[in-house]
């Protein structure tokens, strides 16, 4: 039997009795025509057919599917229940949508911050370079909030390794997009020109900055936005593209947008604006630190070759450490300085969900809070196990009388089981909603003023699936 038929199940019955009312009507035609009266030819014809009801419940149970219409019939029941009591209903929903609630909203900061892959191509092949300085410190100007490297270091690594087909190098910077009067601030990131490329991400207006894009002096850089900031500052117009923009009273031209699930590649903090690493000398001025090895402000990461691990690429990176750090050895360290730096040694970490400062800050006071609200869904279980133990008890005579009908023990037992799981369902949608508010409240409370915290809280397939768990087990 079809699914097609199960889900018709009522056009098919309707059928069937046409076609048995047709039958009779004929039937009934033939006995007239042998000279009966019509009523006596119609009463031959029906006992002639037999029990029409009956036949057409056997053809209706053939285009059904056993367990799930008794499944459907034992929540349409528990659905009339809970109109006929809507006070349980409401106490009972509400109790479960908050327990539910608080724990799919820390978890789903969790997810966030820790789990959730970035929006990129095969982002389980991106990995982080970064520096082991054995508890030595660097010594030099900082000029990001991930400032692991200086340019001339990356431009080495990235001419001297052979375990990334591809690297990226990206540093933070606030940009005023002023060019009188108030200042204008938003969130600037240089990017080299296979930025866009290692990641796999291309522009949904425009185009993407590449290598082409990044090359030594570059007069007339462009720059791409993202697409929250598009829509914005240019109220989602598509002729943005290829107007100027000014940053800190320079001129960029827009030439792409990116898409709007892309935030970049560090969780907690998203970008306004990517510009060419060529264009830092022309903001910074004196100040830049492009070709100079104490000036540290970019974060590195590389995409894997095929078949290269992530253990393969650590080792070979670690082996590179000496010659590496040796060609750019900053020669205005003092001795100590210099012997600290030449001791240092790449390592790699995983950037599949991301880079981010956030989970060795908030790791403690997330799984602090997830264990909180735990105790909290055990209180809104107690709860709720005493409201459903005060119900039963005053349906005692229903479900005698359901037993005294023939009711298998079975059949009650499953009925209730529907009722708790309707229960839970409503539950966790009320949850889903307590929870989409709770985790932006949480996130809007860690903001300050100089600091603004980016995550991307869009409910994913593992949201869904804890809260479900959740209000399941509860």
């Known amino acids: 039997m079809s699914w097609t038929r199960f889900l018709r199940r009522h056009h098919w019955d309707d059928e069937r009795a046409r076609e048995i009312d047709a039958h009779v009507a004929h039937e009934t035609d033939d ?3 042998r000279g009966m009266s019509a ?7 029906l006992r ?26 034992d929540l349409k029941y528990g659905v009339r229940l809970l109109r006929r009591n809507p006070t349980f209903a409401v106490v009972a929903i509400l109790t479960l949508a908050l327990g539910t609630g608080a724990n799919t909203a820390i978890f789903e900061l969790v997810n966030a911050v820790r789990l959730r892959a970035l929006p ?12 082991d300085t054995h508890d030595k410190g660097r010594t030099g100007r900082f000029m990001s909030l991930r400032p692991f490297f200086t340019e001339p270091l990356f431009r080495r690594l990235s001419e001297t390794q052979q375990v990334f087909s591809s690297m990226l190098a990206y540093g933070s910077i606030g940009l005023d997009l002023a060019t009188v009067g108030e200042s204008q601030p938003v969130q600037g990131i240089w990017v080299n020109g296979s930025f866009f490329q290692t990641l796999g991400v291309s522009a949904r207006m425009g185009r993407v900055l590449t290598p082409d ?13 993202s697409d929250a900031f598009w829509r914005r500052h240019y109220g989602a117009d598509p002729s943005a593209i290829g107007r100027t923009l000014t940053l800190n009273g320079h001129p960029f031209q827009v030439i792409g947008v990116t898409p709007s699930s892309f935030f970049g590649v560090e969780v907690g903090r998203g970008f306004d604006v990517a510009v060419p690493l060529c264009a830092e000398p022309i903001v910074r001025g004196e100040q830049s630190g492009i070709g100079k090895t104490d000036v540290w402000f970019l974060d590195v990461i590389g995409r894997l070759k095929p078949g290269i691990t992530p253990e393969q690429a650590g080792a070979q990176l670690a082996a590179l450490s000496r010659p590496i750090f040796s060609e750019t050895l900053p020669g205005q360290f003092v ?22 400062s956030l989970r060795a800050d908030y790791a403690t006071p997330l799984w602090a809070l997830l264990g909180a609200t735990a105790v909290v869904l055990l209180i809104a279980c107690a709860n709720l196990a005493n409201l ?15 037993l005294a009908m023939g009711a298998s023990r079975a059949r009650v037992i499953r009925q209730m089981i529907a009722e708790s799981l309707l229960i839970a369902a409503l539950g966790a949608a009320g949850g889903l909603f307590v929870a989409s508010w709770f985790s932006r409240l949480l996130v809007a409370f860690l903001n300050t003023q ?21 209000a399941g087990g509860a």
Do not use: H
């Not at 809280?457 to 593992?462: C, E, G, I, S």
């Open 31 to 33: 006995n007239v025509a």
């Open 39 to 45: 009523s006596a030819a119609r009463a031959a014809a």
């Open 48 to 73: 002639k057919f037999g029990n029409r009801t009956l036949v057409r419940e056997e053809i209706y149970e053939m285009n059904s599917l056993g367990i799930f219409d008794a499944i459907w019939q």
């Open 120 to 131: 990129v191509s095969e982002p389980e092949r991106l990995v982080e370079v970064r520096i």
């Open 213 to 225: 894009d990044d090359r030594p002096g570059c007069g007339a850089p462009g720059a791409v936005l």
């Open 335 to 356: 001795p100590q300085d210099q012997a600290d730096y030449l001791a240092f040694t790449l390592q790699t970490r995983d950037a599949g969900t991301g880079v981010s």
């Open 388 to 402: 459903l133990l005060a119900r039963a008890t005053a349906r005692e005579r229903e479900i005698a009388v359901r």
């Open 450 to 470: 100089s600091t603004q915290v980016f995550v991307d809280l869009a409910m994913d397939a593992r949201v869904f699936a804890f809260t479900a768990a959740v």
